[in-house]
């Protein structure tokens, strides 16, 4: 069945390592993008890619990069230059309405 | 600077009763809307969506209200159900070829039985 996966669902790392986390959709959809959700906070968008081999930076992508190599994978890497990566990270896909996978929290130790 | 505002952090209702979620933005070029209903450590769940060109949209017991000339809009929820305890986002797309969201940053809503 269709839908967004995003491994893996916890994750720690100590600090100065960099990370990818993994998103993958099979629901055909372009777009696609990383959002951040901090407590009491809403999501706020890292990077977004509209089509294959193109991406890019939203509202925060300071400490981050992605790549878009096919249709259906977006891996987020989260670099030591993030100054705060202890979050929970939030891959979607489509275009007006946005679907969520569903999640993954990264522990930066 | 906010474009996207829920000013009530938490909402408490009786089972039964109807829940009213508040959202305002202040981008007018904003044209479409969205609602998203999310549990702790899961991802968001899309609810209901309106266009900036009508001013309701119904589905079951969600239904969305959007009242441009106040840049504002709500989410009725009606009968309210203990498992709709939940953080609902309100979010924005402004019109274009961008279709990124914006955010706010969530009310609380508990119904309890």
């Known amino acids: 069945d269709g839908g967004i996966t995003q491994s893996p669902k916890y994750l720690f790392r100590k600090e100065g390592q960099n990370v990818t986390l993994s998103c993958e959709q099979n629901l055909n959809h372009d777009a696609m993008y990383w959002y951040r959700q901090d407590p009491g906070q809403g999501l706020r968008l890292i990077y977004y890619s509209q089509i294959v081999n193109d991406f890019q930076k939203g509202d925060i992508a300071e400490g981050y990069s992605v790549s878009r190599e096919k249709k259906e994978s977006f891996p987020l890497t989260v670099t030591s230059a993030q100054k705060n990566p202890t979050a929970f990270y939030l891959c979607?896909?489509?275009?007006?309405?946005?679907?969520f996978g569903p999640g993954t929290r990264l522990t930066v130790l | 600077d906010q474009q996207v505002k829920q000013n009530s952090p938490s909402l408490s209702v009786q089972e039964g009763r109807i829940s009213i979620l508040n959202c305002d933005y202040t981008n007018s070029m904003f044209d479409y809307f969205l609602w998203y209903k999310k549990y702790p450590a899961e991802g968001p769940t899309f609810l209901i969506s309106i266009s900036s060109i009508k001013d309701k949209n119904e589905d079951g017991r969600f239904t969305v209200f959007l009242n441009k000339s106040a840049k504002h809009l709500s989410l009725h929820i009606v009968p309210s159900q203990p498992g709709d305890s939940a953080v609902y986002f309100c979010?924005?797309?402004?019109?274009?070829?961008?279709?990124?969201?914006?955010f706010g940053k969530g009310t609380l809503l508990t119904v309890n039985p």
């Open positions: 979607a896909s489509g275009l007006d309405t946005q679907y």
């Open positions: 979010a924005a797309i402004t019109g274009g070829s961008n279709y990124k969201l914006t």
